[in-house]
Structures are given as C-alpha cells and as structure tokens.
C-alpha cells in the first residue's frame, strides 16, 4: 500500500483489550518494549502514525476511563493506576518531533560503504 493511502499504528482501545487483533499486540503494559515500537513506527517514513493515549482497566474490557481528570489544574494524572499518556513518554514525544522535522525524508537501504 503507498504510504500516503496507509495509518499504521502499534495498538489502539480495541486490540489493547483483546478485541480483535491476531495474537500478541505490544501495550503499556509490555514497557520499553511498547516505547521500541512506538518509536520505530513515528521514525519510519511510512504512513500516517496514530499513536494511542489511553488509560488502565482491570478485567472489564469494556470500562470506560478513569473518574478522576486527565488535566488537573496545570499538571497530568498520568500513572500507571488511571490515565497512561503514552504519547508523553519521552522517548515516544521525542520520536513525534523527529518524524515532524524529517517528514519528507527517504530511508536508504544501502549499508554505508557499499
């Protein structure tokens, strides 16, 4: 598919929760390893990247969010008890400002030196 016609995405609300999806889908819960992912996907040039927010359930998969504000006054409530704010994990932000300042880039497939 040609990356303009493509979304590509690392998890969303449904697969986060076991709906759908084939087999293992990398979460926040899974850590640095779901930070890898959202990284590659925001540092490739392909597609338009949706990269989740969400927060934490426990057993009912069909919960809504938290009770409590995501805002609060000038600070977030992001832990790991209600909202996760993936999107503001250091190394994710950062990857979203490296796509926004490389979005026309070409990636080379030939190794340096060949």
């Not at 338009?48 to 927010?53: D, E, R, W």
């Not at 805002?71 to 932000?93: D, S």
Request: hydrophobic share 30%; glycine share 12%; with cysteine.
């Amino acid at each position: 598919m040609p990356s303009y016609k493509a979304v590509v995405f690392s998890d969303n609300h449904d697969n986060q929760r076991g709906h759908g999806g084939a087999g293992s889908i990398v979460t926040f819960h899974d850590g640095k390893l779901y930070e890898l992912a959202n990284v590659f996907m925001l540092t490739y040039p392909y597609g338009y990247p949706k990269v989740m927010s969400s927060y934490e359930f426990n057993g009912n998969t069909d919960a809504g969010g938290p009770t409590v504000p995501v805002h609060q006054g000038n600070n977030l409530n992001c832990n790991a008890q209600q909202w996760q704010c993936e999107h503001r994990k250091p190394f994710i932000a950062g990857a979203m400002r490296f796509r926004n300042h490389t979005n026309d880039g070409l990636v080379s497939t030939k190794l340096v030196g060949q």
